[in-house]
């Protein structure tokens, strides 16, 4: 279920009263229940998926709390980056290994037969996967107890304002909150009707309107020239920060309304001075990710400056392979990195 739709717009207004009319104890579960329905709408084989993620990342945590080992606490910390990893691999990037694979056969005169999965990529594993391998890592490095409700940790795999589109929140920060008993706040609802006012506006009015010229411009590269094509470009910059930054408002007024507060991901990026600045600003919960959990256990920047170059390319490149499965995205992310190594 995506939120530009009138089905997401129904489904949020049964889930809002029905929410704030269960007694407390019942509005986790029911909460559960609503983002397996919003996550399995269409395709409900993939909340196979989710619950498969859901139990191996409760267990190791649990295994985790339940040893001081230092081997056996390696074992279950690779046992769920493996298992995460691995099914978000198998989805999103087997079909592009396996056609560069057979591609450099060919190049080198060996006759290959590949043939691609074609699976449909399943809607928001690369978020939920980092959510929920971010608390893995952190009951591993005792930074938090792990959690021993299942339905709140579940919950917290499959909430469903921020599941299928970020923000990618920290265990920390939103798994207290479902121990919390909420009470209803007409100004936080109201702010958060507002904010997704402003979400649907910049993602419908905005993205969606400019997305018909770009999208004609560059998917007829030869047909346009000079003017056109800069402008379309031009285009494109707000066309992907209304679309982004909208779902992200969108996902977070359609928590704020329940009494939730997830994390802003875009504070103004372009306003940003320089491309440090800019990724400070831009997908938040995603940049920080990865300076958490790639960056700095690399070294970041407590390394010599040739190190730290190669930190800071392998990260950026990382993340451009994390947005998609093409070597388009991997160049994308090297030249955000060079950015990123020139300004400093």
């Known amino acids: 279920m995506w939120f530009n739709t009138y089905t997401f717009a129904a489904f949020l207004g049964i889930v809002f009263g029905a929410y704030w009319t269960l007694p407390p104890r019942g509005r986790q579960l029911f909460l559960l229940a609503a983002s397996y329905v919003f996550y399995c709408w269409k395709t409900p084989v993939y909340g196979i998926l989710l619950v498969v993620s859901t139990l191996l ?28 990893l691995g099914l978000l691999f198998f989805f999103k990037y087997a079909d592009f290994l396996g056609a560069n694979v057979a591609g450099l056969g ?15 990529l399943p809607a928001g594993i690369s978020f939920y996967t980092f959510q929920t391998l971010s608390y893995t890592i952190d009951v591993f490095k005792r930074e938090r107890p792990p959690e021993r409700h299942l339905g709140y940790f579940a919950l917290y795999v499959a909430f469903f304002p921020q599941l299928v589109a970020g923000p990618i929140e920290r265990s920390e920060r939103l798994l207290p909150q479902f121990h919390e008993r909420h009470r209803f706040d007409l100004g936080k ?39 056109a094509t800069w402008l379309a470009a ?27 507060r997830l ?27 990865f300076r958490d959990y790639l960056y ?3 070294g970041g920047s407590r390394v010599s400056k040739r190190r730290w170059h190669i930190n800071v390319l392998t990260t950026f490149v990382v993340s451009g392979l994390w947005h998609g499965a093409n070597w388009t995205f991997v160049i994308w992310g090297a030249l955000h990195g060079l950015y990123y190594v020139v300004a400093r």
């Open 296 to 298: 700095s256990p690399l």
């Open 189 to 227: 609802a109201a702010d958060g009707i507002r904010l997704m006012l402003w979400g649907f506006f910049k993602k419908i009015v905005i993205a969606d309107r400019l997305a018909i010229f770009v999208n004609e411009v560059f998917n007829h590269p030869g047909a346009y020239h000079g003017g």
């Open 263 to 289: 994390m802003d991901n875009f504070r103004q990026p372009y306003f940003a001075e320089n491309i440090g600045e800019f990724w400070q600003r831009w997908h938040i919960s995603l940049s920080t990710w």
């Open 106 to 120: 060919q190049w080198l005169g060996f006759e290959t037969n590949w043939k691609p999965f074609d699976f449909l």
């Open 234 to 260: 031009y285009f494109f910059s707000f066309q992907i920060y209304c679309d982004f930054s909208g779902y992200s408002d969108i996902a977070v007024g359609s928590a704020q309304v329940m009494g939730y």
């Open 57 to 84: 990342d409760y267990f190791c945590g649990l295994g985790l709390a339940r040893t001081e080992h230092p081997a056996a606490r390696r074992a279950i910390l690779l046992c769920s980056i493996l298992g995460n």
